[in-house]
């Protein structure tokens, strides 16, 4: 039976409607190519297998044919791909299970393929982002979140800027044409720091004459 764990969404990637007057400016998720390359370095476990695979054909060739030397190192070829396939597994599990939002009042990162968790970050906690691109498009932007507010690495990720433990760093992980929604971020943000807040307040002002009931 074809089950959807996100059927309960009021909108997708949000856990609730959004107040009225916010609007959403995009809504994206990482590319699982992208993902699997840059976060999971799938690149660099083929390259250490491949070249575990060539030293240990030289060593045996030394006392064998090249033939069979090669077919001797063949194991560190197929488990070499058995570890690609299970990264290009996970890649594909998380960006199937990532829903980042970017509305005109913060950036909302669902997350977690396994533990799905909702992540939201209202511009005035934001006080810059970076951008980090690739030639294919595809892009990280992280954002440096203001105040005290700690997130944890391991919860976060892949969804973190690489290296930044000290300071966590959320990040939209290797998102298409990451360029654009970072223009988009940056001018949602710059526009709702220019816009004032209104609060109410029940205390009396003075001078102002309250009909009698």
Not at 107 to 130: E, H, N
Request: some cysteine; glycine content about 8%; overall charge positive.
């Amino acid at each position: 039976m074809d089950h959807d764990d996100f059927e309960q969404e009021p909108i997708r990637g949000l856990p609730e409607m959004l107040p009225e007057g916010e609007r959403i400016l995009w809504q994206g998720a990482p590319s699982a190519r992208a993902l699997a390359r840059d976060a999971l370095r799938l690149r660099w476990v083929a390259g250490y297998f491949a070249l575990f695979f060539a030293w240990n054909t030289v060593v045996l060739a030394a006392g064998m044919s090249w033939g069979r030397a090669a077919a001797e190192s063949s194991f560190y070829l197929v488990l070499g791909a058995g570890c690609c396939a299970l990264l290009g597994a996970i890649a594909w599990a998380q960006a199937r299970a990532t829903v980042y939002t970017v509305t005109d009042r913060r950036v909302i990162m669902r997350i977690g393929a396994a533990l799905t968790m909702t992540l939201q970050f209202p511009y005035k906690w934001v006080g810059s982002a970076d951008l980090v691109t690739r030639s294919d498009g595809t892009g990280t932007i992280a954002l440096r979140t203001l105040g005290e507010t700690r997130f944890s690495y391991l919860l976060l990720w892949p969804h973190a800027r690489p290296w930044r433990f000290a300071r966590t760093q959320p990040a939209l992980r290797c998102i298409p044409e990451a360029a654009k929604v970072a223009r988009l971020i940056a001018e949602a943000a710059g526009a709702a720091r220019t816009v004032p807040v209104i609060e109410r307040d029940a205390r009396p002002v003075p001078g102002l004459a309250v009909p009698a009931e």
